[in-house]
RNA sequence: GGUCUCGUAGCUCAGUUGGAUAGAGCAACAGCCUUCUAAGCUGUGGGUCCCAGGUUCGAAUCCUGGCGGGAUCACCA
């Protein structure tokens, strides 16, 4: 059982004999101590205070003096103010780390009992433009959230809703057919996503130059927007497109077709993957049946051109519309069709959005609307809602060029490592594909993590002038940590020290090994928080303060060295449970660690 | 203007049901490789936790108001 919850127990007990009652509701809190401090788990006793009706420092010595008595594992304790320090003897530190050597999935939960079925959409891209360093972010986010939800014993999966058409996807044709002379991505020697990227900047300048020479004209900047002969076109393609228009099919699956395949090698080289993808061509016309159904239900308005509106002033919001005066369906309409698709599909218990917070304000109206529809499992819909990567200067801007495109990114942290590398000497032993393969590793896993261990919610900066680190809290040193954690293996391997299967419990501990434990138990609670805040941050964080802590004990605790064979097999046990919970978290966050670097 | 959100060291960030003296990394400076990987370790300096009130034994954390930044409020997606 958890320790934490026997002592909560044991408190529970003592309050009722030393003082007669019941302690109250959520009183009793059991914390780690903090560092400074002697001991290993503290009791506020504050609130306690009422059923004591004795001084702080008096109900905590008595408290402590029962569980001292009653409880095995408590060894000791001392009093600070309001404050009792509860040390757990070294017997139970010793157990626990044996358990958690046995233990192949340590801080996973199997077995659940009622499995959840969770879908979470990530990535969710255009296909008329090549994914940027946003992309990353969600694609990041979206393929570790699903990790560390599985890790509570719930049944994952991964969907991508490709945005495959409407406008935007008709800029960048148009522009292929009036200029592009046939070319391919063979022919141009490009990845189709950023050939065809560059075509919809095309569109976008040619598209200005009119706009101009209208507004030279006399015209208002409106009407110019409207009237130009390129947007013109390109809404004439899009009518095309949506009447099946067999060349304008063709020429759209042609295109689509190069971008996804360029998407695909992205994903592979970011390491992310999906259950399924779905398409919005497949996908537009969903949810106007259920608009409808609601209109006629009396849940929505029909207003006199023929639009439909959900009224949500009561809900504090605006008005909102769900079909277009021409019938034709909006974004919201198609999310509510999807929504509901996807609920049915997979017989979801809960869905998850991994999509910028610019949309917060759609998300919100999505679950109101389905809840008016009826659709009780509009409260399982959840929104990961992440902050957007900004540049020191402020947004990134497609048009202004300041975009940092994913490709590139990631071929510049491959070369950033192995400078890295060849600047420190290392890896000079290793053969040119290995080499190659852990540079790989380390600026990808330095770009993973400069990316997740920042809270999903919060916007952040990049700065693509000043490379991402590779010393402090960072992927490479997290990385390097197990790597030398290998390291000692294979050298215990040479000198014939053997790994045992488990520690007896009066071995020679120090502190700061104790201290490593204390991180070590902590990683199942770790894992329980993430999942339930949807927050890659907060594995990469304790996995950083577990490698941290690790190499402050790696410093001063000789371990191949160490003479008592003992202690020696200990240290070496106590490395590899590390090791194997850094490989763990680290894999969660998508991050591979390096047997050497 | 309405709604939402953020504001912690020079910079990037932790700090989660309110708990003890607010922590890391980077940058700066000073040390540690004849000893298991120095992508490491140790130390120094650096704070009005945006401001003002309130709640309480206790507030970076909760509430109210203000200041500052961002997002959003389309018959676009």
Redesign the pocket.
Known sequence: MDIEIKLIEAVEEAVKKIYGQKAPE?AI?I?K??K??E?DF?L?V??LLRVSKKPPEQTAEELGEYLKAHVDQVSDYNV????L?LSINQKFWIEYLNTVAQNKNYGFISNKENPKTILIEYSSP?TNKPLHLGHIRNNLLGYSVANILETQGDKVYKVNLV?D???HICKSMLAWQKWGNEITPEKANKKGDHLVGDFYVQFDQEYKKEIQQLIDEGKSETEAKQNAPLILEAQEMLRKWEANDTEVRDLWKKMNDWVLKGFDITYENLGVDFDKTYF?SET?KLGKELVLKGWEEGTFIK?E?G?VWADLTSD???QK?LL???GT???MT?DLGTAHQRFNDYNANEAIYVVG??????FQVLKIVLGKLGFTWSEDLHHLSYG?VEL?E??MKSREGTVVDADDLLLEMTST?DE??RE?G??EAYSEEERKQ??ET?GLGALKYFIL???P?????F?PKESI??????G??IQ??Y??I???NR?AKDKGIHLPEEIKADVEVTNKELQLIKQIQSYPEALR?AA??F?P??VA?YV?DLA?EF??F????????ESDKAVSEFRLFLSNQVGRIIESGMGLLGINV????
Do not use: C
């Open positions: 959520k809190q914390q101590t903090r400074d401090f001991g503290t506020v504050f609130p600070i103010k309001g404050f320090n255009n945005n058409r409407g406008i919005e537009y207003k051109d639009s504090g919001l605006d519309i277009r005066s021409d369906s909006v974004y198609q917070n610019e949309q917060n304000y759609h957007m020191p402020g947004k490592a890295m590398s420190l290392k890896l852990i540079i380390i261990k920042v809270d919610k919060k916007t952040m900066t700065d680190d590779f010393n402090g809290n960072t490479p040193f390097y940590t790597a030398r290998q390291s000692l050298k928080e339930k805040d927050s941050a907060q964080n950083y941290k190499n402050q790696y410093h001063d605790h000789p371990i191949m060295s390096p047997e050497r670097m």
